[in-house]
């Protein structure tokens, strides 16, 4: 029992080490069940730095440094940070746009409605206007009573002309 209690306790001090930002250590491959298990790792407290991976410490294997030094880790953050808020504007930009797209289609569509409109419009006057002019003319009825009593009339000043003999005033040709 009292070999299971250190077996078990690197693996939560591994994860303790993971969460306060330490390099993971690949774990130690036991070959027999005869070598003994292996120190747990000294936690570091987050305020301190973390120890030198190319330094080999005693009795434990040596590290592979996977992890980039804090500096340059904060500065890829910073950057991936920034690189995240500029995504993001442009998103935004490219919403604006699409609708300020919208808008001018939209207003591009009222005036060539308004020009339609206006086409219309002087369309209606002048059908308007040549409404009144036709309005005034005479109808058909008036034509027709106009035309019997021209040929009426003329019938009977012919006739009176001959009566009275003026055909001798008419000059011949």
Not at 23 to 50: F, K, L
Not at 137 to 154: C, D, F, N, S, Y
């Amino acid at each position: 029992m009292t070999d299971a209690a250190p077996s078990a306790r690197p693996a939560n001090a591994a994860d303790t080490a993971l969460l306060q930002g330490q390099v993971p250590t690949p774990a130690p491959q036991v070959a027999t069940p005869a070598v003994p298990a292996q120190a747990p790792p000294a936690q570091v407290p987050p305020n301190q730095a973390p120890p030198n991976p190319s330094a080999p410490q005693a009795g434990a294997p040596a590290r592979i440094a996977v992890a980039l030094p804090t500096q340059v880790a904060d500065q890829l953050a910073r950057i991936e940070d920034k690189a995240s808020r500029i995504e993001d504007k442009y998103a935004r930009s490219e919403a604006l746009l699409a609708r300020v797209e919208d808008r001018v289609d939209a207003a591009g569509a009222r005036m060539n409605e308004a020009a339609r409109q206006a086409d219309l419009a002087a369309l209606r006057n002048e059908v308007r206007a040549l409404t009144e002019r036709t309005r005034r003319l005479p109808g058909t009825g008036a034509l027709i009573l106009t035309a019997i009593v021209t040929a009426v009339l003329t019938v009977a000043l012919t006739l009176v002309a001959q009566r009275l003999n003026l055909q001798g005033l008419i000059p011949l040709r």
